[in-house]
């Protein structure tokens, strides 16, 4: 049985992607640039940093157009990213089953605060951010670093998360792998797999 459930944010607890992708795209369009929302979220979806270098390098928007960009996500999606079905009922129900969740992200506070939005946040123990300042993942670093804080067993931890970064940090660190995706994708990476969070309670 799985004691400690630690979750990925984007793509996971809350359905962010669309938003970012959408604010992306508006931005795009503001200086005569159509690209596919798709593709856009596609590129997200590997990671902010690494859609920011793509769209770098193809159309050579610079630091302006990124800070304009993170200014007006994070505007945007307090009021429309949201929590995917059923994650609120199944953090609620590891906490009133005497299991941890914790979070593990690279985005900064807005991750906490979005947490305390839905009514989430009293299911949590701690939360890793890019504010403490560990190595991105796939380091096993901070996922470590809670196993040594919590006395954990390795053998009662598993990460959950859409990309393989999420899951090669549990691997990393010894632990088990959970890939959530909605799209039916495999992932050799993962120890099991699920397209939505209701199917999570019975690997639990």
């Known amino acids: 049985m799985y004691k400690h459930i630690i979750w990925d944010f984007d793509g996971t607890l809350f359905d962010t992607y669309p938003v970012m992708a959408g604010v992306f795209r508006d931005l795009l369009r503001e200086i005569g640039i159509e690209e596919p929302l798709s593709e856009i979220e596609k590129q997200m979806r590997i990671s902010k940093s690494s859609a ?41 129900y ?29 299911y949590f123990t701690d939360f890793i951010t890019s504010q403490q300042g560990f190595k991105r993942k ?9 196993i040594e804080k919590y006395n954990m067993i390795p053998s009662e931890v598993i990460m959950i998360g859409d990309r393989d970064l999420d899951l090669l940090s549990a691997k990393n660190a010894g632990v088990s792998a959970c890939f959530f995706t909605k799209t039916g994708k495999t992932n050799t990476n993962a120890d099991y797999i699920i397209n939505n969070f209701s199917q999570l309670i019975s690997i639990l």
């Open 52 to 92: 920011f270098k793509y769209y770098e390098e193809k159309y050579h928007i610079g630091k302006d157009f990124l800070e304009k960009y993170q200014k007006l996500r994070k505007e945007i999606e307090f009021k429309l990213s949201r929590p995917f079905e059923k994650i609120v009922d199944v953090c609620e």
């Open 94 to 122: 590891i906490y009133s089953s005497k299991r941890k969740n914790y979070l593990y992200t690279h985005r900064g506070e807005s991750s906490v605060e979005l947490l305390k939005i839905y009514g989430i946040y009293d």
């Open 138 to 146: 796939p380091s096993p670093e901070a996922i470590n670093f809670l």
